[in-house]
Structure formats: C-alpha cells, structure tokens
C-alpha cells in the first residue's frame, strides 16, 4: 500500500496537527505501517514483539476511529491524514 501511494507520487509524510497526530496512538500507527506494507497479524506481532490477537484489538481501534472497514482504507485514510 505504501508503494502504491508513492508510485502515485502522494507523499505519505504530511505535516501532523494536533488533532491528527492525536487520533491514532504511536502503537497504532506502527501497526498500520506493518499492514501497509502488506504484514499479517502475525508478522507484524512478531515484528513488534506482541501478540496477534494485540495486533488485532489494536487494528479494530484503527478502523474505528478511522471509520474504515479494511485494512486498505485505513492505511489511505491514514496516509491522507498524514499518519504515516
């Protein structure tokens, strides 16, 4: 996902506000970038030293403070957002 953004040419770097930079916590958004890159629960756990269902419960935080059902939207949702 993140190579699709770049080969876009969009940034996935944006200025964070105060706001955004606040709606995800810097654990979410490490997860977000695993699965961006295209991880599964279970890679990004073992990247991340934690468990899958962690990952998991940390993914379903994301979507809904996203308001995003999959784990594409999200990651654009983020990226637009300047999260990642």
Not at 29 to 37: A, C, D, H, V
Not at 43 to 64: C, D, G, P, W, Y
């Amino acid at each position: 996902m993140v190579h699709a953004l770049l080969d876009m040419g969009r940034s996935p770097e944006k200025p964070q506000t105060a706001l955004t930079s606040r709606l995800l916590t810097e654990r979410e958004r490490e997860i977000l970038r695993w699965i961006g890159l295209g991880a599964s629960n279970k890679v990004a756990a073992q990247k991340l030293s934690i468990s899958a269902s962690t990952v998991r419960t940390h993914i379903e935080n994301v979507f809904r403070k996203l308001e995003c059902t999959t784990r594409a939207a999200a990651t654009l949702k983020a990226a637009d957002l300047g999260l990642l």
